[in-house]
């Protein structure tokens, strides 16, 4: 899945851009020398009372459905999985916990890529908007939407990384604790169970890896689905009425959970935005045309970012020109979302390696830090080093070992990170993308880049470095853009 999931740091700190203009940091003040294409950061210490403690813990109802239809597209608040998570006493194991299950879905997917090149596998307009919120108070790095399944609410991951939705379903031979009530099948009218020997059901094979199989009364068909980081669901293929924004999808095919578990926070279940047949984006072509956006929030209370459906050009924020790269097309992997990196600069000055321009890279909001080949991570690493000198440092945080302690500072200056693909579009790092922070006090706070364990691994752009950029999805085209945008539906 993309899904291996993990939290999205909740806000231990507010961090949000200022123009250069106001900001009273200086170059010579933080340390940073002869380097003109830089951003700042202003660190504000969030002091957790017990009063904010007790109200975020008794929210019964972290997620208000939002959702509208303008112009043909559908909107979707978006929000991060931790938007509904309790009392940060804890906060600091939650984080090495989080990004410990963030390697284990990057290991998992490095894992399924060999696996599908080894065996060779092959597998073969109207707009809406959904909101989309940070998942953080739900305990994971994830984002997270409501839509109606079945005439009721439910609060999914969003995961291009994985294609089969799914729901916990009552009853539940085993279920993780979620915020809402589990999805009941006897109280839908319109619910109804795929057979097992349908073409459906075959069509779990490209969708999830495992072939359906016929249930105990050998003629619903049942799924399984496991994921990186040992999370797991399992259950019945089933057909229901989804409602996105405004638009109904009948006969929806999408995962009645019975058996699940693992990192999946407080949500419902995951929906699905690969390129199978069973994916949101393939079951929804005739209306969306195969075309998708999203924008997502930094990790904050009032972080509010916007899942579209449809071509929304009309409809989106952005402050910056689009920039368009081409999708690869992989017949090995066709379900995932790869690009051609060609280049990455720091502070203005290019990065030299020899595999820019010669190797996929997938783009996934599934998984939370952004990883690089071991001689590009290298690179990158030794020229922000050079940019961001005379910072005391800070030790290593999990995966994460460039790591500074800025708690003496009430704001920095940051070398800008942009990553370049074909046809010359750019990913401009928003600057809440570039630092991880471990602890409230800014004492630990990591370069939120990691390496990969081998040159042979494919890159893999994470939703940490995606933050306040809208990237549209044209599988129609075969294309992806990225532009600047702040994520909120004001």
């Not at 916990?97 to 060999?114: C, G, M, P």
């Not at 057909?239 to 999408?254: E, S, Y």
């Not at 080949?373 to 690493?381: D, G, M, S, W």
């Not at 003496?408 to 570039?434: N, Q, R, S, W």
């Amino acid at each position: 899945m993309s899904l291996y999931l993990h939290i999205f740091l909740f806000t231990l700190l507010i961090l949000h851009a200022l123009p250069a203009t106001t900001a009273t940091a200086t170059a010579s003040a933080t340390g940073v020398h002869g380097y003109g294409d830089r951003q700042v950061l202003t660190l504000k210490k969030l002091k957790w009372t017990q009063q904010q403690q007790q109200k975020q813990t008794t929210t019964t109802n972290c997620f208000p459905q939002r959702s509208r239809t303008e112009k043909n597209a559908i909107i979707l608040d978006l929000h991060n999985k931790d938007y509904c998570s309790g009392p940060r006493s804890d906060w600091n194991q939650r984080l090495l916990k989080k990004l410990l299950s963030d390697e284990n879905r990057v290991h998992s997917l490095q894992s399924r890529i060999k696996i599908l090149l080894s065996n060779g596998f092959n597998q073969e307009l109207s707009q809406a908007q959904v909101p989309l919120k940070s998942g953080a108070k739900l305990q994971t790095l994830n984002y997270v939407v409501d839509v109606r399944l079945g005439g009721r609410n439910v609060t999914l991951i969003v995961d291009t990384g994985s294609d089969l939705t799914w729901v916990q379903c009552d009853p539940c031979g085993s279920c993780y604790n979620q915020q809402e009530p589990l999805f009941n099948p006897i109280q839908s009218p319109s619910y109804k169970p795929v057979l097992c020997k349908s073409t459906t059901c075959q069509d779990l094979a490209d969708a999830t890896g495992s072939s359906g199989v016929c249930g105990f009364n050998s003629s619903t068909c049942n799924y399984y689905v496991s994921y990186g980081d040992g999370s797991y669901t399992r259950g019945d293929l089933a057909n229901d009425n989804l409602v996105l924004g405004t638009t109904l999808v009948k006969d929806f095919v999408f995962g009645c959970g019975r058996d699940n578990d693992g990192l999946f926070g407080g949500v419902s279940g995951l929906m699905g935005l690969g390129r199978s047949a069973l994916s949101v984006v393939s079951q929804t072509y005739g209306v969306f045309e195969g075309v998708f956006s999203y924008c997502l929030p930094s990790v904050t209370d009032e972080g509010l970012g916007s899942l579209i459906l449809g071509d929304g050009t009309s409809l989106y924020k952005n402050f910056t020109p689009f920039s368009y790269t081409n999708l690869i097309s992989n017949i090995m992997m066709p379900t995932f979302y790869f690009l051609n990196l060609t280049g990455i600069s720091i502070g203005g000055v290019s990065l030299q390696d020899s595999t820019f321009g010669k190797s996929e890279m997938l783009i996934d909001s599934g998984t939370v830090i952004t990883r690089l080949k071991p001689t590009v991570y290298n690179a990158l690493k030794t020229e922000f080093l050079k940019q961001f000198s005379g910072f005391p440092k800070a030790p290593a945080f999990s995966i994460l070992d460039t790591c500074f302690n800025l708690s003496a500072y009430e704001e920095v200056e940051i070398p800008t990170m942009k990553m370049h693909f074909g046809m010359d579009a750019t990913l401009t790092v928003d600057v809440t993308g570039i630092f991880y922070f471990a602890k409230a006090d800014a004492s630990q706070v990591c370069l939120a880049i990691a390496g990969l364990s081998g040159e042979e691994e494919i890159g893999i752009i994470g939703n940490y470095q995606q933050k306040n950029t809208r990237v549209v999805y044209n599988t129609k085209a075969s294309t992806l853009g990225f532009a600047k945008e702040t994520c909120s539906l004001d």
